[in-house]
C-alpha cells in the first residue's frame, strides 16, 4: 500500500508540473503576441487571445502551436497582410512549410515579403518555379497602383495556393507522425486548459508569498542569523 500511494504521488506530482509547465508556456506565446502586437502598433486589428485562438484552429500539419505563434509573430510585421488575408497567409505558411520541409517562421518570412508588395515579388516567385503569364502581372501591377493591394494579393495567393494547398491538412490526418501529432497537441489543449482555471495562478501566488518571506526574512537578518548557524 505505501509503495503504491509513493507512486501514485509521484505520478500526481509529475502531473502537475506538467500541467504548470505548458500553462507556463502558453502564457509566454500570449505575452510574445502581445509584444508582436504592440512593436507593429497592430492592437486595433487583433487581440492575443484573437490570434491565439486562430493558432488552435488552424490546420497545422506536424507544427504545434508554438511554431504557429511564431509565424504570427513573423507575419505580424508584414503590415500590408491585413483582415481576411492574415489568416489565409498564415494557413500558407504552414502549407509551404509542410511541403518544403522548412520551418514555419522561415516560411512566413517568405509569405510575407510576398504579400507585403505582390508586384516586387513576382520576379523572386518566378525564381522558384511559379509560372505567371504576362497579363497577371500586369493585373498585379494595376491592383497595387489603384491601391487595391488585397486584390493583388490574392493573386499570389491563389498561385500559392495551387502548389501548397492543403499539405497541412494531408500531414495531420493521413500519416502516423501526424495523427501521433494530434493526440500531443490534444492532450497539451487540455493542460493548458487545466491550467488557465486556476492551477497555475494557485502556484505563481504560492511562488509570491515564498518571494516575499523571503525578501522579508532577508530584510530583518533572519536568513543572514539562519546561515551563521550551519
Do not use: C, H
Not at 500553462?23 to 497592430?42: D, N, P, V, Y
Not at 507585403?116 to 505567371?132: D, I, N, W
Not at 497579363?135 to 486584390?151: D, N, P, R, V, Y
Request: net charge negative; hydrophobic share 45%; aromatic share 6%.
Amino acid at each position: 500500500g505505501a509503495v503504491f500511494a509513493f507512486f501514485t504521488v509521484d505520478k500526481l506530482v509529475d502531473g502537475l508540473k506538467s500541467v504548470v509547465a505548458e500553462g507556463s508556456k502558453g502564457e509566454q506565446e500570449l505575452a510574445q503576441l502581445e509584444a508582436a502586437l504592440a512593436s507593429t502598433g497592430r492592437q486595433a486589428e487583433f487581440t492575443a487571445e484573437q490570434l491565439d485562438a486562430m493558432a488552435s484552429g488552424i490546420a497545422r500539419g506536424l507544427f504545434d502551436k508554438g511554431d504557429i505563434t511564431n509565424a504570427q509573430t513573423r507575419l505580424l510585421t508584414y503590415t500590408n497582410i491585413v483582415g481576411e488575408m492574415f489568416p489565409r497567409a498564415l494557413q500558407i505558411s504552414i502549407d509551404q512549410a509542410q511541403r518544403l520541409g522548412i520551418s514555419v517562421e522561415s516560411s512566413a518570412e517568405l509569405i510575407g515579403r510576398a504579400l507585403q508588395t505582390p508586384s516586387k515579388a513576382m520576379e523572386a516567385l518566378s525564381r522558384q518555379g511559379f509560372v505567371l503569364e504576362a497579363s497577371q502581372k500586369q493585373l498585379i501591377k494595376e491592383l497595387e497602383a489603384t491601391g487595391k493591394t488585397a486584390e493583388a494579393q490574392a493573386v499570389i495567393m491563389d498561385l500559392l495556393v495551387e502548389s501548397y494547398g492543403g499539405a497541412a491538412a494531408a500531414a495531420q490526418t493521413n500519416t502516423i507522425l501526424g495523427l501521433w501529432e494530434r493526440l500531443r497537441e490534444t492532450w497539451r489543449d487540455w493542460q493548458q486548459d487545466v491550467a488557465n482555471r486556476g492551477v497555475l495562478n494557485y502556484f505563481k501566488d504560492q511562488i509570491r508569498q515564498i518571494l516575499d518571506t523571503t525578501a522579508r526574512l532577508a530584510e530583518d537578518g533572519t536568513l543572514g542569523r539562519w546561515a551563521q548557524q550551519t
